[in-house]
């Protein structure tokens, strides 16, 4: 609940802050005032035949009237509303996800059960969490390292699948700042449902300063306690599958934790990042997520709250 809490209202593709979500909406109204207008009209002459009665005692068999009236309404009518609706919806897809010139890459891979999050040839790794400029168009490679995920955040475009061997391309544009959830719409396992992540988009300067700022972000100790977390975390379990720029953890079974001090929420949106959360994930983490990879600490109480200190340091 803590999750909802924390970004208001649950997301709605009806409230659409992204290129490709507001061409979404569009069809969706389209299409829903056809179905009330039709609605309203079957539904008002079936109201007003049943009020007003015959009129006049049937002649023999139908009339020409009837004939025509079965025939437009029946047949031409309703055919002439699917034919407007397929055109609606081939158009509106053959629009979306258009190459457009000055993207910016982004390339995002499915694990079980998390979102790797890179920027091609800016040396910066993340996870679950996509910074992104407003304005700028962006194109997400989608990728998996297992199964098949599907990337969703509802107020910004449609669902697009991650699938093991193949490259899928996102393209939109984000059209106003703001921070929107975004979910794994694909069944993927025991921890499916607690795959979320989260886009927060920014002006273009300060998305500036925060790639630069990711791209040199300090990993030295900032006090005795955090030191001596940088040593368990290195020379305990945690590195194998870990990576902390700039130390000898290099590991790639689990997020990149580079500026995890620095993410809103910790085990793909699950806790919020604070020390306790930290702790419990760290002693035991199938508390929080029954499924997940991640073994429980095998060390001991004053290491983990060293290593923590440490974590919160990394930003
Ligand atoms: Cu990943 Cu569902």
């Known amino acids: 609940m803590d999750r909802l809490r924390l970004l208001g209202d649950s997301p709605s593709p009806l409230h659409p802050a992204g290129s490709e979500a507001h061409q979404l909406a569009n069809v969706w ?22 009020v007003r009665g015959r009129r006049r005692e049937p002649i023999e068999g139908p009339s020409r009237h009837d004939d025509y009236f079965i025939w437009i309404g029946g047949l031409l009518v309703p055919a002439l509303i699917l034919i407007f609706v397929a055109f609606l919806t081939v158009h509106t897809g053959a ?93 993927c396992g025991l921890e499916h449902a607690k795959m979320g992540f989260r886009v927060i988009a920014v002006s273009p300067g300060d998305f500036a300063i925060w790639l630069a700022h990711e791209q040199h972000v300090t990993t030295v100790p900032d006090s ?10 290195t020379s305990n379990d945690c590195a194998g599958c870990h990576t902390v720029r700039g130390t000898t953890a290099d590991g790639s079974l689990g997020p990149d934790l580079t500026d995890v001090g620095s993410r809103a929420r910790i085990g793909a949106e699950s806790l919020d990042n604070t020390a306790s959360n930290l702790r419990r994930w760290i ?33």
């Open 95 to 187: 629009a979306l996800r258009a190459p457009s010139k000055n993207a910016l890459a982004v390339r995002v891979v499915g694990h079980e059960w998390w979102w790797e999050v890179e920027y091609p040839g800016r040396n910066v790794v993340t996870a679950n969490e996509l910074h992104v400029p407003v304005g700028q168009p962006l194109e997400i490679t989608l990728d998996s390292a297992d199964v098949v995920h599907s990337f969703w955040v509802p107020e910004l475009a449609g669902k697009e699948d991650l699938i093991p061997g193949q490259h899928n391309v996102l393209r939109f544009t984000v059209r106003r700042a703001g921070v929107f959830r975004g979910v794994c719409a694909e069944f």
């Open 29 to 50: 109204w389209i299409m829903f005032g056809i179905a009330v207008a039709v609605y309203l009209v079957v539904g008002g002459l079936i109201v007003i035949s049943s």
């Open 283 to 315: 002693e035991n983490p199938g508390d929080v997520k029954s499924g997940v990879k991640m073994p429980p600490a095998t060390i001991s109480s004053d290491d983990v709250r060293a290593i923590v200190a440490y974590l919160q340091g990394l930003k």
């Open 224 to 233: 005795e306690l955090a030191a001596r977390g940088e040593l368990a975390f």
